[in-house]
């Protein structure tokens, strides 16, 4: 074949669906058929597909400008965006550097920690300190604050790891006992090597492409704290988390927690165009002014804050805002939550649900198999992660459309045996 598709075994790879238009949470195939989109794809569709109001938006800023570099020039839409992410996000977040996806992001974040302490004159804080289960993009330095996974076996031998730790078990609501194991392993981490870290990176509250695991804010409350104390700057990537996925526009409200730095991308620009943010508090930003280039920060990805790109964030954002998404997203975790009361099975390990997040852990990989298929056949498109059955539907949808997804995983897991 001659395009070459992600995560995928060409050798064996059945044709995938073709898609002709999308409208709502609908994906219209070539073959006349259409299904809803439970996991707007990749999570970043989160106004559906081919949104009046974002389309017109855009239509309008294509015939402003297309594409202009950010090397020495600037444009409305770029301040615009970069203005309300900082309003949006934790309080301290006071400054925006763009780049093109969420794993670049994530390079410029851990780039932004690593030469912060270069800057002020602390050596030797180079390491990464991330969470098991932890995925942060495919990229080198992305893949080395990764968990070891699928996704980045074929080069552990040229990964230069930092540190993992475990996060905490038990949930959202975890036993402070729970929490305090997995912080003290921070505490005698940091003990130790302090002098060696630049960042704690993490997913906070749920590890998406990790498992869907969700823990505790307590956890993110504690590690704030040893940050601060140690010297370690805390960066969230909150690229699969952010914009309202969680229940709370971004997740580190669930902790009241502001990091250094905070990466979002996926959702910033409802899925129309391949964009990023790296934010950073003040104190990291001021590490990087002073008189010539050996301090600043030497990165400049060619389609950084795109004009299409900052208008379709800006409009996104706006309709966030002005539709009352995060009360929407209540509505559909609520309406989770008591469907998948209605599936039990001895196949399932565990259910999880938060926000517009609906997870069912299996016993293992093998019982999914074919599912796709399944549901594809019965209008839905769901894509599971292992052995993890899940949906992230775009926040339009309605309350029927979302009964038919569930439902179909529900139909799916009735008939294993
Ligand atoms: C998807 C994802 C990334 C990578 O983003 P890309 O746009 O695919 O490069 C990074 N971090 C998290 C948490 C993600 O879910």
Request: aromatic share 10%; glycine share 8%; proline share 4%.
């Amino acid at each position: 074949m001659k395009l070459w598709f992600p995560y995928k075994q060409m050798q064996n790879m059945e044709v995938p669906l073709e898609v002709d238009s999308g409208r709502g949470v609908y994906l219209n195939l070539s073959d006349g058929r259409s299904l809803i989109d439970g996991i707007s794809s990749w999570w970043a569709v989160i106004h559906g597909y081919s949104h009046p109001e974002i389309n017109a938006a855009l239509k309008q800023q294509v015939d402003q400008v297309a594409h202009l570099m950010l090397g020495g020039l600037s444009h409305k839409p770029a301040t615009a965006l970069a203005d309300k992410l900082c309003e949006i996000t934790p309080i301290g977040l006071n400054h925006v550097f763009f780049s093109d996806s969420g794993s670049v992001g994530v390079e410029v974040a851990l780039k932004m920690a690593i030469q912060f302490w270069k800057n002020i004159g602390k050596v030797g804080k180079t390491k990464i300190v991330s969470l098991k289960n932890g995925y942060h993009g495919d990229t080198f330095k992305a893949m080395e604050a990764s968990d070891d996974s699928d996704f980045t076996s074929a080069f552990e031998t040229v990964l230069h790891r930092g540190f993992l730790v475990q996060p905490p078990d038990g949930g959202y609501y975890a036993h402070e006992k729970l929490v305090e194991i997995a912080v003290n392993e921070v505490l005698a981490l940091f003990t130790k090597h302090a002098n060696e870290i630049a960042c704690f990176i993490l997913e906070p509250i749920i590890q998406c492409a990790g498992g869907m695991i969700i823990y505790s804010p307590e956890y993110l409350r504690a590690i704030k704290k040893l940050c601060e104390k140690y010297e370690v700057l805390l960066i969230f990537d909150e690229v699969a988390t952010g914009f309202g996925r969680t229940g709370k526009l971004f997740a580190a409200e669930h902790a009241g927690v502001s990091p250094d730095i905070m990466v979002v991308g996926k959702a910033l620009t409802a899925g129309y165009l391949g964009h990023a943010a790296t934010l950073a508090n003040t104190m990291v930003y001021n590490g990087f002014l002073g008189r010539n280039y050996e301090t600043a920060l030497m990165h400049g990805p060619t389609f950084m804050a795109n004009p299409l790109a900052c208008t379709v964030a800006l409009k996104s954002i706006e309709l966030i805002q002005k539709h009352g998404y995060i009360s929407k997203i209540a509505e559909i975790e609520k309406i989770i939550v008591e469907e998948f009361k209605k599936i039990t099975s001895p196949f399932i390990k565990d259910t999880r649900v938060i926000g517009a997040i609906g997870a069912i852990e299996m016993v293992n990989a093998e019982v999914l198999i074919g599912f796709n298929n399944y549901a594809a056949e019965q209008g839905v498109w769901l894509r599971p992660i292992g052995k993890i059955l899940y949906l992230m539907p775009p926040y339009v949808i309605e309350k029927n459309e979302l009964l038919q997804v569930i439902g179909v995983m529900n139909q799916w897991i009735k008939h294993l045996k």
